[in-house]
């Protein structure tokens, strides 16, 4: 019962590289969404899509990027590292159905030096 | 723009002692509200999530109550356990989708 599955855990970054983190969930969801959270702060959406081929911005976009070419996954991409990036970042799923129950990866705990 | 706050940020308190965590929101006409448990280097597992159109939700121990109107919404846990030391963090949901909005989390510590 995998559920929301995000790769890598863990990484360290240099300030300009750029990496994807994976996000992949095997349970038919239309939404998925990405989250950051800061140490001792809530989370804050960067993105999220309702359905493949559709995404759109949340709160924090700038220096993000994201794609849904399948309704299963739905990687964040880091252009140009930098150090206001560091921060646990969350890979979410729901039903189609606002009202519904959100499901959460593990999170990847991402640094940048 | 939605605010969602969570006072206080840490909480300390005696194995069976009922816990009661405060969340506020600043604007009422949202679409639901959800309260998650996250445990120290995990994700956030769901809790409780209760509809714009209902006043409470119960699940075992733990009973959620929502009041639109004055933006506020109350997580009682009864008889807390060690096992309920974590963070606990509420969100909004907004109209479209399940975009949520949190809070900052209060900290929990149940002590043996």
């Known amino acids: ?113 | 723009k939605q605010e969602v706050t969570q006072i206080p940020a840490a909480l300390s308190v005696p194995e069976g002692e009922n816990l009661v965590l405060n969340c506020s929101f600043t604007d009422s006409a949202i679409y639901n509200l959800q309260w998650f448990r996250q445990d120290p280097g995990k994700g956030l597992t769901s809790l409780l999530l209760i509809q714009s159109s209902q006043r409470e939700q119960t699940s075992g121990r733990l009973n959620a109550s929502l009041d639109k109107s004055s933006g506020r919404s109350t997580l009682y846990i009864a008889a807390s356990q060690p096992g309920d030391s974590a963070t606990y963090l509420c969100a909004v949901g907004a109209a479209a989708g399940n975009k949520l909005t949190f809070g900052g989390g209060t900290r929990v510590l149940v002590k043996p």
């Not at chain 1, 800061?38 to 309702?50: A, F, N, Q, T």
């Not at chain 1, 990027?65 to 150090?83: G, I, Q, Y």
């Open chain 1, 1 to 113: 019962n995998a559920g929301v599955t995000q790769t890598p855990k863990f990484r360290i970054l240099k300030i300009g590289q750029s990496m994807t983190l994976q996000c992949t969930q095997d349970m038919n969801h239309n939404y998925m969404y990405w989250y950051r959270q800061d140490p001792g702060m809530g989370l804050k959406l960067i993105y999220y899509s309702v359905g493949a081929g559709i995404t759109d911005k949340g709160e924090v976009p700038n220096g993000y990027n994201v794609s849904r070419s399948t309704t299963e996954d739905f990687p964040l991409r880091l252009e140009l590292a930098a150090p206001s990036q560091t921060s646990v970042y969350f890979c979410a799923s729901s039903p189609l159905s606002a009202g519904n129950t959100i499901y959460f990866g593990e999170g990847s705990w991402l640094t940048v030096v």
